[in-house]
T-cell receptor, first 108, second 115 residues
């Protein structure tokens, strides 16, 4: 049983396109994290949210508690956005589960 | 402000040996968490330490252990290495306790290869 389901697994977009990555989870989370991983392994935390919506520049993250679903949106995508995006859910009971990641390639 | 520092960056060990990895958190951060990333299993949570106490633990065998020192630096130890332990090991530091209410800042990772 995978506590976090992420889609799509792979995504190719043209520069400038609007991108959406989805994440579904089971009940009982305290927080959901969106992470970005570039080739070479370094991970950057993009957002941590437990309700509503957050925005940093061209990135927007939303979470719907009732539907147990979160989305990461990238507006006006750019080749430098190419990376693997990972959602991670922190469950009450102190367990932390990761999605399998979405590999995004933005073509100039 | 320096980021999270992991040492060494790369390591090659032989089956049956043990290994110790080190993580120095961001100054002032008291929480360190550890993760394993493999192509087959993806990212998995190992454990979290806060103020020298293990707060949370993932589903890994007892060969995986860790500790945190009074200066918040943390070490992770894997004993009796197996080929399947080959992975990227990442640590993250947080200002507060609990990954449920605080942002995590990740190090660059230690890539361990077991031969």
């Amino acid at each position: 049983k995978n506590e976090v389901e992420q889609s799509p697994q792979n995504l190719t977009a043209q520069e400038g396109e609007f991108i959406t990555i989805n994440c579904s989870y089971s009940v009982g989370i305290s927080a959901l994290h969106w992470l970005q991983q570039h080739p070479g392994g370094g991970i950057v935390s993009l957002f941590m949210l437990s309700s509503g919506k957050k925005k940093h520049g061209r990135l927007i993250a939303t979470i719907n508690i009732q539907e147990k679903h979160s989305s990461l949106h990238i507006t006006a995508s750019h080749p430098r956005d190419s990376a693997v995006y990972i959602c991670a859910a922190f469950y009450t009971g102190n367990q932390f589960y990761f999605g399998t990641g979405t590999s995004l390639t933005v073509i100039p | 402000k320096a980021g999270v520092t992991q040492t060494p960056r790369y390591l090659i060990k032989t089956r049956g040996q043990q290994v110790t990895l080190s993580c120095s958190p961001i100054s002032g951060h008291r929480s360190v968490s550890w993760y394993q990333q493999t192509p087959g299993q993806g990212l998995q949570f190992l454990f979290e330490y806060f103020s020298e106490t293990q707060r949370n633990k993932g589903n890994f065998p007892g060969r995986f252990s860790g500790r945190q020192f009074s200066n918040s630096r943390s070490e992770m130890n894997v004993s009796t290495l197996e080929l399947g332990d080959s992975a990227l090991y990442l640590c993250a530091s947080s200002a507060g306790a609990g990954l449920g209410n605080t942002e995590a800042f990740f190090g660059q990772g230690t890539r361990l290869t077991v031969v």
